[in-house]
């Protein structure tokens, strides 16, 4: 039930954008997105809801096509605090738990 | 930030020994996860709660037992360690359930099985 992210890692210079993917097999009903800092607990970005509903984040966006089962993540103009690695976590609906990708580690450098 | 604490910070232990790892929460979220975290595997759920004395199985549930007595803790524990139970844990708190609300973590469990 872990859905799959792509990519694995990224490096970035400050100012580039970049996306990141997660996917599923199953249906699904929620997608939430989290970052993690080196030696940080995770800390919640976003969630996406099925129907279209978005929460969270100013600065980053996402999308979520339902019919795909498909998330993605759009950082644009990365800052050097977006360095750090995501997760994003799915849910199928009427679930009380929520599994996680494998995670995209992010580098922005200067 | 969400009131949550992890107990211990880090633990080394021997193969063999029991352990318990505890969350605890002021927040009077009903909802309560423990994941573990390893190289190449990201977070994988090990158990949760949705209420008191509720829990079930995650992913990853074998050699592993949770408790919750009360709403504010969370308990795990290695029933025998073995060494690939060392990862680093993570308590995750929520006030409903993760269709529409987000996850708080703890500070994370270092645990080493020698």
């Known amino acids: 039930q872990q859905p799959v992210q792509s990519p694995q890692a990224v490096i970035l210079r400050e100012g580039e954008d970049a996306v990141i993917n997660c996917s599923s097999s199953k249906a699904l009903y929620s997608v939430h997105w989290y970052r993690q800092k080196h030696g940080e607990a995770p800390v919640f970005l976003m969630i996406l809801l099925k129907g279209g509903e978005q929460k969270g984040h100013e600065k980053i966006s996402a999308s979520f096509n339902e019919k795909k089962q498909q998330s993605s993540l759009y950082l644009t103009a990365s800052q050097l605090s977006y360095s750090g690695t995501y997760f994003c976590g799915t849910e199928g609906g009427g679930a009380n738990n929520l599994f996680f990708g494998t995670g995209t580690r992010l580098t922005v450098i200067p | 930030d969400a009131g949550i604490t992890q107990s211990p910070r880090h633990k080394v232990t021997e193969t063999g020994t029991p352990v318990t790892l505890r969350c605890h929460q002021t927040e009077n979220h009903r909802y309560m996860y423990w994941y573990r975290q390893d190289p190449g595997h990201g977070l994988r759920l090990i158990h949760y709660?949705?209420?008191?004395?509720?829990?079930d199985k995650g992913e990853v549930s074998d050699g592993y037992s949770v408790s919750r007595s009360k709403t504010e803790d969370f308990l795990l524990t290695l029933e025998s360690a073995t060494s690939s139970q060392t990862s680093v844990y993570f308590c995750?708190?929520?006030?409903?359930?993760?269709?529409?609300?987000?996850?708080?973590f703890g500070s994370g469990t270092q645990l080493s099985v020698l």
């Open positions: 995750a708190i929520s006030p409903a359930e993760p269709s529409y609300e987000k996850l708080f």
């Open positions: 709660s949705y209420g008191v004395k509720d829990t």
